[in-house]
Structure formats: C-alpha cells, structure tokens
C-alpha cells in the first residue's frame, strides 16, 4: 500500500519551532490538495492545514499566524513550519494527500514541553 513518510517530529520546550516534512511517492498523481492533519491522545483528528494543487493554504484558526504549509513540488515534498509551539500543539501528526482517495502517513510524534 502506497503511504507518505513523514519526519521531523520531536520534543520541544513551548515558544520553539520544529519543520515537518513529508515525502510523497512519486507513483501518487493527480494530487489535488495536501495536508497536515493532528490527532492528540483521547481526541479526534483535526486538521490543522491544507495547500492545494495551485498553492492556497488553509489552516485551523488555532494554528494561523504560527505555523506555515508549503510545498517542493520537485522534490515532492510537503513541508509543515511550526512556531511558537505551545503545548496543546503536542499529538502525533498526519500527513495527507488527496487525489480520488485520501493517501496517509504514518505519523510523527510532536511533544511540546511547558
């Protein structure tokens, strides 16, 4: 089964930064919007942002002005900037890409230390 790879998580004091990334085979095309979604111990996964096909971004309003999707598309890489990191940002994050399915990662851990 085809799956994205992420990396770059990690332990973190809060007010610090880590960059997630995410390598898409190359055998997925078509791809109409990337992702980062999260998902914390005992709650739901959210989604935290999204970058589509001609660069609109999108993200969660407790996540605006701190963290930043971007994408290389020649290296197929999506990439997700985190700033600022608080606590409640700690949860294993997800990295998603659409097409006509919905391809996932296996997730990275992200733990902010207060």
């Known amino acids: 089964q085809v799956q994205l790879v992420e990396s770059g998580g990690g332990l973190v004091q809060a007010g610090g930064s880590l960059r997630l990334s995410c390598a898409v085979p190359g055998s997925i095309v078509s791809i109409n919007t990337f992702g980062w979604y999260r998902q914390a111990p005992g709650k739901q996964r959210e989604l935290v942002a999204t970058?589509?096909?001609?660069?609109?971004?999108n993200y969660a309003d407790s996540v605006k002005g701190r963290f930043a999707i971007s994408r290389d598309i020649a290296k197929n890489t999506v990439y997700l900037q985190m700033n600022s990191l608080k606590p409640e940002d700690t949860a294993v994050y997800y990295c998603?890409?659409?097409?006509?399915?919905?391809?996932w990662g296996q997730g990275t851990q992200v733990t902010v230390s207060s």
């Open positions: 998603n890409a659409a097409t006509n399915r919905n391809y």
């Open positions: 970058i589509t096909s001609v660069g609109r971004t």
